[in-house]
């Protein structure tokens, strides 16, 4: 059977006078998936979420909504729900009033308005708020009413337009739990806008990753976050050490490198991942935190073993964070990043103290010249 597509983007671009804000984007978009537009500010994602919505038209390219070309189409006929950073909630009505207001646009019956609006305010899990104004909500109700109006049509589409962005971090956990579980019950095709790694990696089915204007990669989270396409991907989603370097050598599958400068230089191998690279080739390589293991009492020199390359270091300082324990690695004159379970980590560990870093060749990202 053929994938069904409820958004189709074919070449879209859009600029501002000179400024090329969104260049050849294509995406599509199966019935049913949550997809988030994620990357830093300006790289067009609001932009491209604007025109799926109708407030902006592409320059150049086609845009499509369940099979129907949509360029020049306003936005009130494409049967969109949308949920934007700000509430936008109207002050001098109730909530039920609020959340009814499309319906009462659309001429729904009033009864037809009032069961939908008790259903809507179920789904978000505030019905015993609908006699209230928003001035009497706290910000997390209110974005969840947000939600609620947005949801009542039953559109075939819903956008959320960075909606998490203004509330405190427990208040953005607790909504990211609640879009997840409003997405599962609703099935309703979603596309979500945001600068937040974390909310994009928890909530997404793909994402798709943007960098001035252009896509730099669309995948799931996994793929995401573990095969990087790009450095620029690499580095903005989580955090990563970053070592410069040099290629000495392809062996097999893999490449040899050496790194590190000053006191202590250290050989690595890595899968070049499909990219190409020459002996004496510069080098930004890159090895996460929590991919390191560190051991007290750690090797006197650098070595190189099959399964592990293993490291000299000393911690300079702990920093206890929950759930794990970030330590601070001098390695040589490099500083290293590590990320230890709070759980498993030994209570000797201290500042001062003389450790080995070891990881595996496979979790080595290299990427050629870039940032040398």
Not at 103 to 129: G, N, S, Y
Not at 168 to 185: I, S, T, Y
Not at 217 to 238: L, M, R
Request: aromatic share 6%; net charge neutral; proline share 5%.
């Amino acid at each position: 059977m053929a994938k069904t597509f409820d958004v189709e983007l074919h070449g879209i671009r859009k600029t501002f006078g000179s400024n090329v804000v969104v260049d050849r984007f294509d995406l599509q978009i199966e019935r049913g998936e949550c997809i988030s537009f994620l990357g830093p500010s300006g790289c067009g994602k609001t932009t491209t979420l604007n025109m799926i919505a109708g407030f902006l038209d592409p320059d150049q390219g086609e845009l499509w909504i369940k099979g129907k070309r949509m360029n020049g189409v306003p936005a009130n006929r494409r049967d969109l729900g949308m949920v934007f950073q700000t509430y936008s909630l109207f002050p001098h009505m109730s909530v039920a009033d609020n959340v009814g207001y499309g319906l009462k646009l659309r001429k729904a019956a009033k009864e037809e308005i009032k069961t939908r609006v008790a259903q809507a305010l179920e789904l978000v899990k505030l019905p015993h708020v609908a006699d209230r104004y928003p001035k009497q909500l706290s910000g997390g109700q209110r974005q969840r009413i947000a939600i609620a109006r947005a949801l009542v049509t039953e559109p075939s589409l819903l956008l959320l337009d960075e909606p998490l962005s203004n509330l405190d971090a427990k208040l953005r956990e607790e909504l990211r739990e609640e879009l997840k579980r409003l997405h599962k019950e609703t099935g309703v095709t979603t596309i979500f806008v945001t600068h937040d790694q974390e909310e994009a990696l928890y909530l997404s089915d793909r994402i798709v990753v943007l960098d001035h204007g252009k896509v730099e990669q669309i995948g799931t989270p996994y793929e995401i976050y573990n095969e990087p396409a790009s450095e620029f991907v690499h580095t903005f989603i989580g955090k990563s050490n970053r070592l410069t370097g040099h290629v000495t050598g392809l062996r097999g599958e893999h490449v040899e490198l050496l790194a590190g400068q000053g006191e202590q230089v250290f050989t690595l191998t890595a899968s070049p991942r499909g990219r190409a690279f020459a002996s004496g080739q510069p080098v930004s390589i890159y090895l996460r935190p929590e991919k390191i293991y560190l051991e007290p009492a750690g090797q006197a020199e650098a070595s190189v073993t099959q399964e592990r390359v293993s490291v000299a270091g000393q911690i300079r300082q702990l920093a206890f964070l929950g759930s794990f324990i970030e330590c601070e690695v001098a390695v040589g004159s490099e500083t290293m990043m590590v990320r230890v379970p709070a759980g498993l980590q030994p209570q000797s560990l201290t500042a001062g103290q003389q450790v080995s870093l070891s990881w595996h060749p496979a979790d080595v990202f290299v990427f050629p010249g870039k940032g040398q």
